[in-house]
């Protein structure tokens, strides 16, 4: 058999469910599937192949999977720090979406993040936004893999100025989008318990259970929402939920910070997934979300980054360090959350929290080629004792040198291949401007 | 005048004291010194230099001061993560640095742990270790600013096997090293005050006081430190030291975890200073340092990396993101550890903490040319609405593409020009084989 693809000479990290490690291998790729993992000590001929990438002693692993993101949010990156979350949000992030977000700075904003987000080694987001229509148009035109979903909110949104049709919108485009690319899953994506209605919540669940799609949710992120929520519905953000019937394993449950124990059981219980976005959390000073409860009850626990206005960046490397650096401290354990936990949560369980393991997550034969090449010859990467260890506590989104989706490279020795960075660049730059021009005068 | 360097077309970020930030200006550099600083459009011509760097639109900002380091500790990274700290310590560290650490080694980790620093924006470190004069030596060919202290410890050590000429050797080498280069202090490290008797911190202090160095501690790092001395001098370690008399303007105390309220108030009266090192105390879940409360007491806080067995890098950046969220997220409040106070720590307040603030820490006129580009036009840096938050919440070690200390250039366009890369990574990879061979055989 001649290859698409051969990449070679390097460690591999699978992830599989033994988690095992190749020290030198290749990974053999035809029609955008891994068709073979093997030992290559170099002595041996190389299998034949359309492209040969030489990894020259690197790190061979599963493309990054990001459980939760605001893509267009990129535009708003620093835009407002250091602020109470309510100011933060009431008197800059949402006039500034009010004002700027439509559906050329929302396609412009996904684009700028769809670089990054390859370029610093991620393959899956799993994003909800306004707009998502042009979320999805940026994501296809970069080829990257993705479950999207159009937002649901209980007041007029950035292209839903009538929130009655906050529902009907967010089905449209997940009809429109299913079929349409295979690298595309949509989904639905409500706000979150404080901003949708009961009926909202249960039509929204209802709509996505029919099609069998991840329904989205940010839940529990802060003291106030569970606050209001105990105070209105008498239970907890996650009891809520459950009562009114939308947690399932096709539940994505975002943040997760505000949780007690009865909530963790529940959750497990459900098989509903989280998606743990520490660096956010940090930032807004939300909390600090128990996952290593979550883990311990069995719970899948995925990484995301959160949108650019409370992050800044879409980096999971960075996210990975964080992680497993707060759980340590927090639990003043450093046994807790080990590197290999936590890679994991930023590969196959964050694949399992979006319901995508099947096909991505680790490097199995069969699974679909989504990986990337880390350049391992860089003095904060030397020396390598345990790739593991470095993944998660040295490794920097920048040390990503190839990225493949599908067996497809979409960056080739740290250069994309599908977006014209430099255009991108410049139009997010002027948007800027005017975006900096009108800060002022948006509250 | 013709100036020996002009760096031009920038955001010039000074971090003096009125934190003035210049939207588009040019530093120009002359004898090692700032010389002018001003705001150049690209209309006025530029002033007359040797070398001119256009910096097309990036950050230009005073090179960050890492106020802790083991620098040999490279040799070691990621050998043993995510256990007990007296595991990872009693089975892992030391018996690694007893097989391992000699003159030759120190001098390679060193040159290593340089090459890392520069290229991620450290112009200055202050550093505590063994055989501390070829930590000096690689210091010196590197070209980096530093304050050096050899270790004082009350066990047999690499290189001092009988400890009881610990100050002897601590004193010896800071007699060699002052005044061999101007970018090198020497300094006087003891270990901790449950390492070190009564007796020996005295004698450290003292000898160090004599010639007006910096005396360097690890102070209150653990419940267990702080448990012990209790138990053993009815004091906590800061009031112990201070009972001793070791507490004054020229005491560096590392970690500072385990404070209470007199502590921070003693610290503050004393004018000692604190380093802050956020992902090793989180990574080895020794605590949370209360660097607000010291703040807010006036206490001199900058920042460190600790040696990289317990980070595992030496990236001041992502250093400072660690620590405005970590800060955040312990205090529940978003406006603690604001990006300008942050950046502060890493830079001028860090170099008030050990002693080089006359010289080093902003862009002033008279001030040593300690400075650092930043290449902003990366997707992660775009769009800029405020390039302090960047700095703090985005830019990655990565991103910096210049580096100047004392005028002279160490890293040109992402390259170093005093230290070959290539040799150090082949030498230290050379060496971690025989590590990692031993590592079964040394418990």
Redesign the interface.
């Known amino acids: 058999m001649i290859f698409d693809r051969v990449i070679h000479n390097g460690t591999i990290i699978t992830v599989n469910p033994d988690f095992d490690i190749i020290e030198k291998g290749a990974v053999c790729i035809k029609d955008g599937r891994i068709e073979r993992i093997e030992a290559s000590d170099g002595n041996l001929p190389l299998p034949e192949a359309e492209d040969v990438i030489d990894v020259k002693g690197g790190i061979i692993m599963p493309g990054l999977v990001n459980t939760h993101t605001h893509l267009p949010m990129t535009?708003f990156?620093?835009?407002a720090?250091?602020?109470?979350?309510s100011v933060?949000l009431n008197e800059h992030i949402f006039p500034a979406e009010r004002r700027h977000i439509n559906p050329e700075s929302v396609e412009l904003g996904a684009l700028?993040a769809c670089?990054?987000m390859l370029?610093?080694g991620t393959t899956t987001c799993c994003d909800g936004y306004f707009f998502e229509d042009h979320v999805a148009a940026a994501l296809n035109k970069s080829g990257m893999r993705a479950v999207l979903g159009q937002g649901v909110i209980d007041f007029p949104a950035p292209g839903v100025p009538d929130p009655s049709e906050n529902i009907k919108n967010a089905v449209a485009f997940t009809k429109k989008w299913q079929g349409i690319s295979p690298l595309i899953t949509p989904s639905i994506f409500c706000h979150s318990p404080y901003t949708c209605s009961i009926e909202t919540l249960k039509k929204a669940k209802a709509a996505a259970a029919e099609n069998g799609l991840l329904f989205q949710i940010h839940v529990a992120e802060t003291?106030a929402e569970r606050d209001q929520i105990q105070s209105e519905h008498g239970a907890t953000p996650v009891q809520y939920l459950d009562r009114i019937g939308v947690l399932d394993g096709n539940t994505l449950l975002v943040h997760g910070i505000w949780l007690d124990h009865d909530d963790i059981r529940i959750i497990a219980r459900r098989r509903a997934k989280v998606s743990h976005n520490p660096?956010s959390?940090?930032?807004?000073?939300?909390?600090?979300s128990p996952v290593a409860d979550l883990l311990k009850n069995g719970v899948t626990v995925g990484l995301g980054t959160d949108g650019c206005a409370s992050?800044?960046?879409?980096?999971l490397f960075?996210e990975m360090?964080?992680a497993?650096?707060?759980h340590?401290?927090d639990?003043?354990?450093?046994?807790?959350?080990?590197?290999r936990t936590v890679l994991k949560m930023a590969t196959i369980k964050g694949a399992e929290a979006i319901g995508l393991d099947r096909d991505i997550g680790s490097l199995e034969i069969g699974k679909s080629a989504d990986l990337i090449v880390i350049d391992t010859?860089?003095?904060?990467l030397?020396?390598?004792?345990?790739p593991v260890?470095?993944i998660v506590?040295?490794v920097?989104?920048?040390?990503v040198r190839d990225v493949i989706v599908s067996g497809r490279a979409l960056v080739k020795d740290g250069n994309l291949t599908t977006i014209d960075?430099e255009e991108?660049?410049e139009r997010?730059?002027e948007?800027?401007r005017i975006?900096?021009k009108n800060?002022g005068t948006l509250r």
């Open positions: 535009l990156r620093g835009l720090d250091d602020l109470p979350l933060w700028l670089s990054e370029l610093s003291k660096e959390n940090m930032k807004l000073s939300a909390g600090i992050n800044n960046d879409l980096d960075q360090d964080m497993a650096k707060l340590k401290v639990a003043l354990d450093p046994t807790v959350m080990d590197a010859a860089q003095p904060h030397v020396p390598m004792y345990n260890s470095h506590y040295a920097r989104g920048s040390d960075l991108i660049l997010v730059t948007i800027s975006i900096k800060k």
